[in-house]
Structures are given as structure tokens and as C-alpha cells.
């Protein structure tokens, strides 16, 4: 599906963006993948050159603007170009309820969550060639509240405000933005360390109202908003919660 083309992808170290970017070169891509932790992307990139595809880690703080441009020109002079980006790094954060809310983790929580879609929707807009696209991954609390992490979900509704808006901007260079929003996906964010192994999609798990997700589920929703098959969709926000969201009790 991607044969040819150099895709970059942020938070790969682990979780989502680590089975993303394992999928993306499954289906021919050649990967960067940027992370805060380098040793964990290196990790992953290696896996992925041990199954023959082509990878490269780079460390990057998405909350930097610099370090964005640095992995858009690392991308660009390795694999001759950049045809697709998933800004997927995130943090949770230890769970708060509103009435004691610790102001110190408002920035750092704004600096990754928000500044850096923000910063590498802005390089992407710059950088992508024509026909390519951009997903972001928000939250289902982007579109719901979460009393255990006000903090956090006002930086994912946000970022759901930075892709409708900025959709009409891509639309005018040929490209697209999206966000996808997880429900409960197990990954370390939320102390869940096993990884589960990648499948051939059709053989991904079929699952109860809310999940728990795997990774490769919000995996294969990416790699379908940035494929071509997805060239009608610009600007939207996809609920990925198996249904938990979609009526009032769905879950109970
Ligand atoms: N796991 C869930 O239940 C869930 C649900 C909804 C949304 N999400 C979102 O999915 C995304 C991926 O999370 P995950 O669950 O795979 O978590 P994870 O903790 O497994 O992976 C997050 C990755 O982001 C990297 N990272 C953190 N700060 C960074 C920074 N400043 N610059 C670059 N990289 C940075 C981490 O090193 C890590 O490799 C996040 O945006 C998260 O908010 C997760």
C-alpha cells in the first residue's frame, strides 16, 4: 500500500506509534521514527530492519519546533521526500481529579499534547508532497470529558480544534489531516506493558464495546487515513472505542 513512500512517525518508541510504524513498512514505507526516548525508536527501527524494511530513528521532542523540522529534513534527505506524517506522541500523566489539579503539569501536558501536533501539523504543511496526508492521534477525550485528567483532555479537544481548522490549508496544498480518537487502548501509557503481536488485519481481535483495544487497531485506522483510499476524508475527527461512546449505557 506504501511502497515508495517515506512516512514519519512521532511517539514510535512504543504502543501505537511503535505497531504503526511496524505496519507501515510491513506495507512498504520507509519509516522515521522520532521519539523523546531514542533508544526505544532505535529499538523498533531495528526490528523493522531485521524484517527487511527500511527505518530510521531520530530523537525529537515534538513540543520543539526545531526538532520537528530537524526529523521533517532527516526524512526528506534519507528517503528523498515525506509523503505522510502520524503525530501520534502523547502524554497521560498520573491521574487528578479537577478540584486538585497540579497547575505544574499543565505545560509539559500542553507542551507534547498540543504544541507538538501543532508544530508538526505547521513542518507538514510545509514539507509533505502533494497527494500526502497527516493523521493526529487525539483521544476519546478529545470528544468526551475525563475527570481524571481535565488537564489531558483539554489539550486533546483542542487538537481537534487545530485539524478542522486547519483542513481548508491542506486541502489548498493536496494534502489531508485527520485525527483519530482511541478509546481505552493497551499500551504503557496505561500501565499495560505486554505487547500484543501484529496480525494480518482480517484477523485482528473483534472486540467488546469500550475494548480494551490493541495497538494495531488504531494502527490500521492510520494507515488508512493516510493512504489514498481515504482522499475524501479532510478534517475529521474518527472515534475509535468500539461503539462505548455511540449510546448512552453502550458499555454497561
Ligand atoms: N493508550 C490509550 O488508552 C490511549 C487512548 C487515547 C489516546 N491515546 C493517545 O495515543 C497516543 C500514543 O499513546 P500510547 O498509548 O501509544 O502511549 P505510549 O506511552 O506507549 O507511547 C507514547 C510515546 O510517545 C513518546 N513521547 C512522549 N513525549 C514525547 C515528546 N515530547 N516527544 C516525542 N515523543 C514523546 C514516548 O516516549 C512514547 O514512546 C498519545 O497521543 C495518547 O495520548 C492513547
Known amino acids: 500500500m506504501f511502497a515508495g513512500k517515506a512516512m514519519i512517525v512521532t511517539g514510535s518508541g512504543s504502543g501505537i506509534g511503535a505497531a504503526t510504524a511496524r505496519r507501515l ?80 503539569r499543565f505545560d509539559p501536558l500542553v507542551g507534547v499534547n498540543l504544541r507538538g501536533p501543532l508544530n508538526g501539523m505547521a513542518t507538514a504543511l510545509r514539507h509533505v508532497r502533494p497527494g500526502g496526508a497527516v493523521v493526529v492521534t487525539a483521544s476519546l477525550a478529545a ?43 493497551d499500551t504503557p501509557m496505561i500501565g499495560v506493558t505486554d505487547e500484543a503481536p501484529l496480525v494480518s488485519p482480517e484477523e485482528l481481535a473483534v472486540l467488546p464495546v469500550g475494548g480494551p483495544l490493541d495497538p494495531q487497531h488504531i494502527a490500521e485506522i492510520a494507515l488508512f487515513l493516510l493512504s489514498r483510499a481515504a482522499a475524501a476524508i479532510n478534517g475529521q475527527a474518527i472515534v475509535a472505542d468500539v461503539g462505548m461512546s455511540a449510546a448512552i449505557g453502550a458499555g454497561r
Open 25 to 104: 513498512a510491513c506495507e512498504g514505507a520507509a519509516v522515521l521514527l522520532a521519539d523523546i526516548d531514542v533508544g526505544r525508536a532505535e529499538a523498533v527501527a531495528a526490528r523493522i530492519r531485521a524484517e527487511r524494511g527500511r527505518a530510521l530513528a531520530m530523537r525529537c521532542d515534538v513540543a520543539s519546533a526545531e526538532d520537528n523540522e530537524m526529523v521533517a529534513a532527516a526524512c526528506a534527505g534519507e528517503f528523498g521526500g515525506i509523503d505522510g506524517v502520524y503525530l501520534n506522541a502523547g502524554m497521560l500523566g498520573p491521574a487528578e481529579s479537577f478540584d486538585a489539579i497540579d497547575m505544574a
Open 143 to 185: 470528544v468526551m470529558g475525563l475527570p481524571s485528567g481535565p488537564i489531558y483532555a483539554a489539550t486533546k479537544h483542542a487538537v481537534l480544534g487545530l485539524v478542522r481548522s486547519a483542513a481548508p490549508a491542506f486541502a489548498a496544498r493536496g494534502l489531508r489531516v485527520n485525527a483519530i480518537c482511541p478509546g481505552r487502548v
